[in-house]
Each structure stands twice: as C-alpha cells, then as structure tokens.
C-alpha cells in the first residue's frame, strides 16, 4: 500500500494535515487530508475515514463537528459522518461491547486518490478486518469506502464477507448536520414508518407526520424510502440506496449537558439523520458476498 503523501502527490485538492494544526488539540494528533476544490472545502480523518467538515463554495456547512469534539486516537469523534459497523447501536447480542461496532475509531487506509475530469475529488478507504478478536466480532471481512466531494457528498460502501459463515451485520452513516433553529426544524419523508424507540426501550410506534425535536429523540425507522430532508437552512436532502433504516437522534438538553463532547446547549446546533442497516434491517451476509450501498447528501436550494 502506497503513502498517502504518495497518492495524493499531483492533486493540487488535496493537503495532509493534522488535527493539532486544523482544530487545536493538544497530544497526538489525527492525520487529516484538507480538501479545497472546484466545488467545496472538505476534510476528512484517516480514522475512521470520518468526514468532519463539508462546505459547497458559497454555501453553509452540511455537516456538524462538535465545537468540544475531542481528536483522540482511538476514540470516536463527535460530529461529521462516523461509519459505524459491524454493528449499529448496542450490540443487541452483548451490550458490553463498544457502541456503534470499532471501525469509527481505527485507522483506515487511504487506497485511491483521484481528481475527476470535473473537478470532483474522490477518495477510496480500505477496513480490513483479517485478524480477528474474538471477543469483538468472530467474523472476518472488509469495507471499501469511496468518498466523492463535489458540490454533495457521495458515498458508497462495499462490504465483503471475508469468512466462510454466513456473518450478521449492521451499520450506519452516523451524519451529523447542523440547523439553525431547533424547534423549528421538520425531517420530512418518514411520515407514517414504524420506528423502534430506542428512548422506550424500542417500544414500537408509527411517525405521524414531519419530525420535530421538542426534547431527546432516538429513533430508528424501518423500511425507509430512498429520500428523507431535514427543513432547516439550508434544507439538507438525503438520499440512499441499500440503506433500509432511517436513524434520527438529537440528545436533548439534559444528555447534551452531560456529554463531555457536545456540552450544555450545544444540541441545539444540530440532528443526526443517519442511515443504514440497523435492527430488524440488520443483513446476514452469505460467506463471499458483498454488499454495495450508497448515500448522498446536497443542499437544497430554497
Ligand atoms: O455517543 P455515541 O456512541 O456516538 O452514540 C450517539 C447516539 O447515536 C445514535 O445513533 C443512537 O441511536 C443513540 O442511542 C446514541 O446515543
């Protein structure tokens, strides 16, 4: 596998840099690769193959990185698009395990880098799970992320069983995106899907109309159509394909506060409108099958 520096040589777009110099922070830093081209400004952590920041020249931020995020290695960082696999959420299995599966918080590879005929720049990431830890995830596989930054964010997500079982598997794009004014802020496009909410327990329930955010909210919705928006400014559009569930999260006043890396108030800066695979959308992967999914997130003009 070639250096980043060497596969980003020749593509004036792309810088290495780190988090100490980006964001700050103090003690190791996390290598980052700064995006500037035709079309937004972009950067995006080799851990976890985490888009922090996405701007579209002359627009607003897409994505939320929270103010208080802390750049850690090997732990999660708050805000942006964390790809949470091999499993969403607690592992329903055993609860003991780490959140959201281990991927967001290990070092992937920088396969690809490529400026295309556009503009655009495009990014391939590479997880390979060969050794396995027996007390994480019995099942060997791999993830090719390709990240494509125009004037949206592309995404899409290969997934290979490695194994010779077949291999259970959830996940999500944990995106982060920023509104301007939480109480006045609708999700639309899950109007009447059975969700399981995760704040009764997964008591299951149907949407009645637009989502709005009067306090906690975390929700994962089933069976979703390809097209969700949340109404805000600017009005952001989601769309994905092969990612069945809808997750919606937004802490709350009180969880916020008490979350280190958000902070008192600072939920109102924001909502996760995630999508994946997640509960009973969860996959079984048949040993050498792959799966392809893909998401894109625009602004849209008002
Ligand atoms: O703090 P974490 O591990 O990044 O998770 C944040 C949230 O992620 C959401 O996807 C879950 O539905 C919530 O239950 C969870 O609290």
């Known amino acids: 596998?070639?250096?980043?520096?060497?596969?980003?040589?020749?593509?004036?777009?792309i810088t290495l840099t780190d988090t100490n110099k980006r964001y700050h922070s103090k003690g190791p830093a996390l290598p980052l690769l700064l995006i500037n081209n035709a079309y937004c400004e972009a950067v995006v952590a080799l851990q976890g193959a985490q888009l922090l920041e996405f701007t579209p020249h002359g627009s607003k931020p897409l994505l939320w990185l929270s103010p208080n995020a802390n750049f850690i290695p090997g732990q999660a960082v708050r805000g942006g698009i964390p790809v949470c696999l091999p499993w969403f959420?607690?592992?329903?299995?055993?609860?003991?395990?780490?959140?959201?599966?281990?991927?967001?918080?290990r070092d992937w590879q920088l396969s690809r880098a490529?400026?295309?005929a556009g503009g655009a720049t495009q990014l391939t990431f590479?997880?390979?799970?060969?050794?396995?830890?027996?007390e994480l995830f019995t099942f060997p596989f791999s993830v090719e992320l390709v990240v494509t930054l125009s004037d949206a964010i592309g995404l899409q997500i290969s997934t290979t069983n490695s194994g010779a079982a077949?291999?259970?598997?959830?996940?999500?794009?944990?995106?982060?995106?920023?509104?301007?004014?939480?109480?006045?802020?609708?999700?639309?496009?899950?109007?009447?899907?059975?969700?399981?909410?995760?704040?009764?327990?997964?008591?299951?329930?149907?949407?009645?109309?637009?989502?709005?955010?009067?306090?906690?909210?975390?929700?994962?919705?089933?069976?979703?159509?390809?097209?969700?928006?949340?109404?805000?400014?600017p009005a952001i559009s989601v769309t994905g394909e092969n990612c069945d569930s809808a997750i919606v999260w937004n802490p709350g006043a009180d969880n916020a506060a008490a979350m280190a890396d958000i902070g008192a108030s600072h939920h109102k800066q924001f909502v996760c409108l995630e999508r994946g695979?997640?509960?009973?959308?969860?996959?079984?992967l048949s040993p050498g099958e792959v799966r392809v999914s893909r998401l894109t997130i625009n602004a849209i003009s008002q």
């Open 114 to 116: 490529e400026t295309t």
């Open 1 to 13: 596998m070639q250096a980043v520096e060497q596969l980003i040589a020749g593509h004036q777009s």
């Open 126 to 134: 590479l997880f390979t799970y060969a050794q396995l830890e027996p």
């Open 89 to 105: 959420g607690v592992n329903q299995l055993d609860p003991e395990k780490p959140k959201h599966g281990f991927v967001r918080n």
């Open 277 to 284: 695979a997640a509960l009973n959308n969860a996959w079984t």
């Open 166 to 233: 077949a291999m259970p598997f959830s996940w999500a794009f944990h995106s982060y995106h920023p509104v301007s004014n939480l109480s006045a802020v609708r999700i639309e496009g899950l109007e009447s899907k059975r969700y399981l909410d995760n704040t009764r327990g997964l008591a299951a329930a149907i949407q009645d109309g637009a989502i709005s955010f009067q306090g906690e909210v975390d929700r994962v919705y089933e069976n979703v159509a390809s097209t969700q928006v949340i109404k805000s400014t």
